[in-house]
């Protein structure tokens, strides 16, 4: 057999062995993998990355601005989500807001939950709601109603506390601004008790 001819067979023959070999090789892969689990969770996917992609949360939202009447607001919530089936409603958990008057008088406000409607510029704080206030007020209630474009809030229900005259009690509170100095205001109302601490 000549030496062209020969060399020319191998050729042949390679270019049928070679492809066989190879999907000999990818069916080999195939078959020692088959054993191993499959569908494994990526950890990354998982529990609170997964729950916040579902209920589309927001994680350690912030807002800062200032109202009409000149007031800077700030607030922070460890977590806020949209309200299903209401629109322009949110809710948020673990509430923290500081209001600063133009006058300098400070609010502090902490919630466990807030709702927020944007339509008509309100928020319902609810869930052992704390007011803290530089006047030397620090109280609590159950819910407290605000507003947003304003420094004007109310409690619904009973609120209690502490204040620069002692311990009280009311049925119901109101925040409001005084237009010409833009202080802050407290009224109290619906049965109020007060136990008065001298000073020392």
């Known amino acids: 057999m000549a030496k062209g001819e020969l060399y020319s067979k191998v050729i042949a023959w390679l270019k049928i062995l070679l492809p ?13 993998s088959s054993d191993r689990e499959t569908g494994v969770d990526l950890p990354f996917v998982t529990g609170e990355l997964r729950d916040n992609a579902a209920r589309q949360q927001v994680t350690a939202p912030y807002y800062a601005g200032t ?3 000149g ?12 309200v299903p089936d209401a629109p322009d409603t949110a809710e948020a958990d673990e509430i923290s807001a500081q209001i600063v008057m133009q006058s300098g008088e400070a ?21 052992s709601v704390v007011i803290v206030t530089s006047q030397g007020y620090r109280l609590t ?23 620069p005259l002692g311990t009280l009690d009311a049925g119901r509170m109101e925040l ?10 407290l009224l109290f109302t619906n049965g109020v008790k007060l136990v008065y601490t001298p000073q020392s």
Do not use: C, K, M, W
């Open 71 to 82: 007031a800077s607001v700030t607030l922070r919530a460890s977590a806020a989500r949209p």
């Open 20 to 32: 066989l070999a190879a999907l000999g090789l990818l069916s080999t892969v195939f078959l020692l």
């Open 107 to 127: 609010i502090d406000l902490s919630a466990d939950r807030a709702l927020v409607r944007n339509a008509s510029q309100t928020v319902t704080l609810s869930g």
């Open 176 to 185: 409001t601004t005084d237009a010409q100095t833009g202080d802050a205001h």
């Open 141 to 163: 209630t159950d819910v407290l109603e605000a507003a947003l474009d304003r420094v004007a809030a109310q409690t619904p229900g009973a609120v209690r506390g502490t204040g």
């Open 67 to 69: 109202t009409a009447d």
